[in-house]
């Protein structure tokens, strides 16, 4: 009864939430720089009636939205951020609004809007139905390079939270098991003497040897690593022309590992090779941590309650123009890449999905022990308390991350139908968890089980500042 006035409630408010996160699509704003985005969802929940502190841990565009009080305290994340030059039409052919400007290839506009609209649906619930406990809404921002939570984290913004849903849009409607990454961003910057390349090379000392010595350490480290870590570089400056010895040279790694005192081992032993590289080249060097995260860990019975309550709801169906649109993205990717992507979903059914567009189905949880290759900063606020973050189908199958196909699909009527079914099923879950102490109970005592006594330590220093400046405004 009480989840059933949840969903008449999303049922009935959902035009607005479609507009809402359409609007977020619209903005397009990078990690740090939601300031439409955050503000959008921010008077939203106030207007609702929640109370919202803006401007959490440091970070303009992070906030929190509560209402009630006592506990149970259960939580939702929501995410906003953009990426770099995915700018694009919502049509099935490349075709930027603004060439060069930033675009949703993650679905963030959904993954924002969904929470907020779940949050507030079970608001109206508890009010009408006098249901005891406290709901936050987390505004989380820049979860694109991995910084929002980790420092929300670290300035204690989720202590007191009982457990935490989140909802990320995806190509299929599923609760996953499987962990992500930890990572540690760390950039490097080389200082030698510029001098004439040709006129007086024994006068210079070029940062730009350091650099490549360095990503040459790395690489002959990586065969006594464990195969798992993946680490990957760019470099940033190398010089201005060939005739002058480079005086600076900067490198961007990320280094990522199932578990954070890999990385952590990891991580120390290429501040050696950094220094090895001064040692050979007579430069000198500086890092700084950009930022750090753990890996995800994974409640089963919270990934259980996420499927039941799917399940109960039922998958949203498409209509025949709406699977022509998403075929038509979907062709765009090479058949071989969406059957290999099928595959590594590690789904036990992925055959089946061979020819399908847009997944309606929903499977058992599976991916219990898996890692995922990338990060997210989610992996942080589950060491915190119990998280579950599910995928609804927004997309057609295959088509990759971050990508201008996922873009183009952003706006359409199949990502407000997986928002409002995502929106539906956090309700539904949080409502469970609000109403039935024993379930919490099951919920905390698998996560306290799946920690293994392990203790978080925040991988950023105290006194780090969040990286407001990570990408140039204009
Ligand atoms: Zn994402």
């Known amino acids: 009864m009480i989840k059933k006035l949840a969903l008449q409630w999303l049922e009935k408010n959902k035009a607005k939430f479609n507009q809402i996160s359409d609007r977020i699509w ?54 906003y951020d953009a990426l770099s030059d995915l700018s694009q039409k919502p049509i099935p052919q490349r075709d930027p609004v603004v ?6 290839g993650c679905g963030h506009n959904v993954h924002g809007t969904s929470g907020t609209a779940a949050t507030i649906a079970v ?18 921002p820049a979860e694109e390079t991995l910084v929002g939570k980790v420092f929300m984290v670290r300035d204690g913004v989720f202590d007191g939270v009982d457990t935490i849903f989140s909802h990320h849009p995806g190509s299929m409607n599923a609760a996953q098991l499987e962990s992500s990454n930890a990572m540690n961003s760390v950039k490097f910057q080389f200082y030698g003497v510029a001098s ?9 000392r070029s940062a730009l040897d350091a650099v490549e010595l360095m990503n040459i350490g790395v690489n002959f480290m990586r065969e006594h690593i464990i195969q798992e870590a993946r680490i990957h570089y760019i470099i940033e400056k190398g010089g201005g022309a060939p005739n002058i010895v480079p005086a600076q040279a900067d490198s961007w790694y990320f280094v990522r590992a199932p578990l954070r005192d890999q990385v952590n081992h990891i991580y120390r032993w290429i501040l050696k090779i950094a220094e090895g590289a001064t040692l050979m080249t007579q430069t000198t060097y500086e890092y700084k941590l950009l930022t750090g995260c ?34 038509t993205l979907q062709a765009t990717i090479p ?7 099928l595959k590594r979903s590690k789904r036990h059914d992925w055959r089946k999905l061979q020819g399908v567009t847009i997944d309606t189905s929903i499977p058992d949880p599976w991916g219990s022990g898996d890692v995922m290759g990338g990060s997210t900063d989610v992996g942080d606020v589950s060491w915190q308390t119990p998280t579950i973050e599910f ?46 102490p024993s379930l919490l109970q099951k ?8 920690k293994q006594e392990e203790e978080y330590v925040c991988p950023l220093p105290l006194d780090l500042k969040p990286p407001l400046d990570q990408f140039p405004t204009n």
């Open 99 to 104: 060439e060069g400007a930033p675009g949703h």
């Open 294 to 327: 753990y890996n995800l860990l994974s409640v089963p019975s919270l990934a259980d309650l996420v499927v039941k309550n799917m399940r109960e709801i039922g998958a949203p169906e498409y209509t025949v123009d709406e699977n022509k649109f998403a075929q």
């Open 196 to 204: 004439h390349a040709g006129g007086s090379p024994h006068r210079g």
């Open 335 to 341: 058949p071989q890449n969406i059957i290999a992507a």
């Open 123 to 140: 608001k109206e619930v508890m009010e009408k139905q006098n249901i005891q406990g406290t709901i936050k809404f987390f505004g989380c």
């Open 443 to 450: 919920i905390t005592t698998e996560w306290i089980t799946a």
């Open 26 to 79: 619209d903005y397009a704003e990078l990690g740090l720089q939601e300031v439409k985005s955050a503000a959008l969802l921010a008077s939203e929940l106030e207007k609702a009636g929640f109370q919202v502190v803006r401007g959490v841990a440091d970070m303009p565009t992070a906030f929190v939205a509560t209402y009630g009080e006592g506990k149970p305290v259960i939580g939702f994340l929501g995410e």
């Open 391 to 436: 995928t609804t189908a927004t997309f057609a199958l295959g088509l990759p991350g971050h990508s201008w196909q996922k873009v183009a699909m952003g706006t359409s009527s199949i990502a407000h139908k997986s928002l409002l079914f995502a929106a539906k099923t956090m309700a539904c879950c949080a409502l469970d968890t609000l109403t039935n």
